[in-house]
């Protein structure tokens, strides 16, 4: 797939996930907020327009990591602790976007440190960049300091939550929230957000650049679909390395992911198109064009993602042979998945 003198010169890599931003919430996806950095990333390298990530940080970090369902690593579940007061505060809720924008700004910036610092020390040529995020956009609110969210700051000052009164959002002082409104805007054109099973809590923008590897494939969108399992074998397919057959002794799974060089380069991805979800009871089953979606304690939707990719035409009462399908597997996946 690669050609060899390519491949003999194994590249670096910078694998930059991003912490709860939206599918377009950068430039090149569309949104608003000015990244000239991953804009310029984005046009000398290739988008991707259906990667997956896992719902919540947790279980992506481990997919990314492992090329493995996060299930199948034991993690699944976590308590994400509990809701209260609604900020209806409209002045406070556009704070809060203008922080979040800020944020993207931010980040971009850094990724053009990041970026100067690899020309100047000659390795920006073979090193190769993805950029995603670890889930959607959150629509979470009001939530008090505890379990992952800190009381104070580092220097010992305490931090407002957003059911206090602040009228700053943005500072290390103060802890804020989008909600429904910003969380589906920057989501778009996706439906819901973290957590659910949706696209607009499992799309991940992804940018893959490598101006070594990736010529003539500058600028193009590649419709494929992914998942951050992939990104594991994907390294080790750019390192010419090999999963070891045991690791202390213990034989290994191999990972279910698979390298998405030859999705690049071909257009096709080298596993089945079978993919799967599950996150707080969330749930979703993707088999090539068809999915099942499920928020919690809720019947399945059955969607056609070639024709509707925004999930909002039901098929599952025009189509119920296409759903039972898909649940089958859904429910061999989980079977298998949480023995
Ligand atoms: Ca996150």
């Known amino acids: 797939m690669l ?25 090149c996806y569309g949104g608003e907020i000015q990244t000239p950095n991953l804009d310029k990333l984005a046009k000398q390298g290739v988008r991707f327009t259906s990667f997956y990530n896992c719902a919540r940080c947790c279980p992506t970090r481990a997919s990314l990591l492992t090329g493995k369902y996060a299930q199948e ?39 053009g ?18 950029f995603l995020s670890d889930n959607g956009a959150s629509n979470e609110r009001g939530y008090r300091p505890g379990f992952d969210r800190p009381g104070q700051t580092r220097s010992g000052e305490e931090i407002l939550y957003s059911f206090q009164k602040y009228d700053r959002p943005g500072t290390e002082k103060t802890w804020g929230y989008l909600g429904d409104g910003w969380a589906g805007a920057i989501n778009s054109p996706y439906r819901y957000w973290k957590i659910q099973s949706y696209e607009g809590g499992i799309c991940t923008l992804l940018i893959v650049h490598w101006p070594n590897g990736l010529k003539g494939k500058e600028n193009t969108l590649n419709k494929g679909i992914g998942h951050v399992m992939d990104i594991l074998p994907t390294c080790m397919d750019l390192a010419n390395a090999n ?7 213990e034989i290994t799974d191999f990972p279910e992911g698979k390298s998405i060089l030859l999705l690049i380069y071909q257009g096709v991805r080298s596993t089945n198109n079978t993919l799967f ?12 064009d068809w999915k099942i979606t499920a928020l919690k304690d809720k019947d399945w939707e059955l969607f056609n993602l070639a024709e509707d990719r925004t999930e909002t035409n039901n098929l599952a009462l025009k189509n119920p042979e296409k ?10 996946w989980e079977k298998r998945v949480t023995k």
């Open 73 to 111: 690593v034991g993690l699944s579940k976590n308590e994400s602790g509990k809701l209260w007061v609604d900020c209806t505060d409209k002045e406070l809720k556009s704070k809060h976007m203008e922080a979040h924008a800020a944020m993207i700004d931010h980040m971009d910036q850094g990724i």
């Open 277 to 288: 979800w599950e996150h707080e009871g969330g749930r979703a089953a993707r088999l090539g």
């Open 3 to 27: 050609n060899a003198q390519i491949k003999e010169t194994q590249p670096d890599i910078i694998i930059i996930l991003a912490d709860d931003m939206g599918y377009s919430d950068i430039g």
């Open 113 to 130: 440190k990041i970026i100067e610092k690899l020309k100047a020390t000659g390795r920006y040529e073979n090193t190769v960049i993805f």
């Open 243 to 249: 999963y070891p057959d045991r690791i202390n002794g």
């Open 323 to 332: 759903l039972n399908q898909l649940n089958k597997l859904w429910m061999a």
